[in-house]
């Protein structure tokens, strides 16, 4: 293993510790990654989610059908068909495939968790630096606002600005990116604070550097792995709030296909046809655990006192 000493160890020989080059950090935190069976597993899953998704997005761009049967077509003579070799997952109340509505139902979900989550971890990066770098009294009223809205229920506080934006998939990305803002912007508040005062900050601060070059270019890459990990984790977070809001009636609107709103159409046949619960049920489980599995082992492989030897 190439390394580099850190400072020269003929002058100060206790100082001279080694540090691993780029290319050998990436694969210790690789082969930490694959030795934890669950995350391989969750990346598998999403590997092929966002596969299904993508071919489904760019086939719709051409202007072909690669599903089965087209996801918003109505037959009500082929309404409540239980699950059989045509209709693999049955179909609904107003006869559409089952199936092919939960395949397209992936790209809508996925592509909300993505985007929800690019919004609150690019303005909660952002308030989350100037607080903990700046401190004082911006420190104080930054995070005394995202205190205050962490204190309302995340769902709830989706709610009220679905009510104010309106119904649709973009306000629903806009709703669940900027409740959870605050989680991100706490997050990297409190690690920045604790590098902030190391050597090659104050180092940075004397040669001159503005702070903005300070933030980004110093600081947060030495803390990206713990925003990596709660990103992974956010998607899944925004997948299921994505879900409550069509559960609601408050999310993607009918025609398109999304699960929480499948869910919720479909709850008053929970005892005539349950399939039509269940299989929307396992496609957002399923996709949430996911998540939830490759977060937890990017937390064990990002963090060098746990990574495999």
């Known amino acids: 293993m190439e390394t580099k000493y850190r400072s020269n160890p003929d002058e100060n020989p206790q100082a001279a510790e080694y540090v691993e080059k780029p290319e050998s950090q990436l694969k210790a935190m690789w082969e930490t990654l694959r030795q934890n069976k669950a995350a391989v597993v969750g990346l598998i899953i999403i590997g092929i989610l ?85 401190g004082g009294k911006t420190d104080t009223v930054i995070m005394r606002f995202m205190d205050m809205l962490l204190s309302i229920p995340q769902i709830l506080l989706a709610i009220a600005f679905m009510a104010a934006l309106g119904k649709g998939i973009d306000k629903a990305i806009i709703a669940i ?12 508040r409190g690690s920045i604070l604790s590098v902030k ?23 947060l890459p030495n803390v990206i792995s713990v925003i990596v990990v709660r990103a992974t984790l956010g998607i899944s977070t925004a997948v299921l709030d994505t879900a409550a809001l069509g559960f609601l009636g408050l999310g993607v609107q009918p025609p398109f ?33 996911a998540f939830n599995l490759l977060g937890d082992g990017l937390r064990d492989a990002l963090d060098p006192k746990s990574r495999i030897k």
């Open 50 to 134: 966002a596969l299904i998704a993508l071919t489904v997005w760019v086939s719709e761009l051409m202007g072909k059908q690669i599903l089965p049967y087209d996801p918003n077509y109505s037959d009500m003579t082929k309404s409540f068909i239980k699950p059989n070799a045509q209709h693999w997952f049955g179909t609904d109340q107003l006869g559409r495939d089952m199936f092919s509505r939960i395949l397209d139902g992936t790209k809508i979900s996925l592509f909300v968790g993505i985007s929800a989550v690019a919004i609150s971890l690019t303005i909660g990066v952002v308030f989350g630096s100037i607080a903990g770098y700046r």
């Open 177 to 188: 990116g900027l409740v959870s803002i605050p989680e991100y912007a706490r997050i990297v």
């Open 197 to 219: 005062e190391n050597d090659y900050v104050h180092a940075a601060k004397i040669m001159g550097n503005k702070t903005s070059r300070i933030i980004y270019k110093h600081i």
């Open 257 to 289: 296909a999304e699960w929480g709103d499948m869910l919720g159409r479909a709850r008053g046949f929970i005892f005539s046809s349950p399939y039509t619960l269940i299989f929307p049920g396992l496609a957002i489980t399923i996709t949430v655990l």
